[in-house]
Nanobody, 127 residues
């Protein structure tokens, strides 16, 4: 699976951005997709995930209520709508996929449980 993340940029605190992740794969609907981010000198952090089939979504505590993940299977695309951005949201954002069906939300929030990764898109939020 090849993934192409885009939509990052330089914005001010309080602004919004929408990231896109396009997958080059057939039967995209059979993949769950997660977004992770990594700031300078920081560990990779879970941001959001959307499961295949059910469309169930999960969010990291730091983005709940501000970010929304969605998918359009007809376009092989997952979106991450980011509102009320803060300087601490500054990071490289990565999308990842897995075809596996895990029992419980824990696995979708952990990066080792994803199989394919995109190249990342930089988001910089100035104060």
């Amino acid at each position: 699976v090849q993934l192409q993340a885009s939509g990052g940029g330089l914005v001010q605190a309080g602004d919004s951005l929408r990231l896109s992740c396009v997958a080059s794969v057939s039967a995209f609907s059979t993949y769950s997709v997660g977004w992770f981010r990594q700031g300078p000198g920081q560990d990779r952090e879970f941001v959001a995930a959307i499961r295949k089939q059910s469309g169930m979504t999960y969010y990291g505590d730091s983005v709940k209520g501000r970010f929304t993940i969605s998918r359009d299977n007809s376009k092989n695309t997952v979106y991450l709508q980011m509102n009320s951005l803060k300087p601490e949201d500054t990071a490289v954002y990565y999308c990842a996929t897995t075809p596996k069906n895990y029992n419980g939300h824990f696995y979708y929030m952990q990066h080792p449980y994803y199989d394919s990764w995109g190249q990342g898109t930089q988001v910089t939020v100035s104060s």
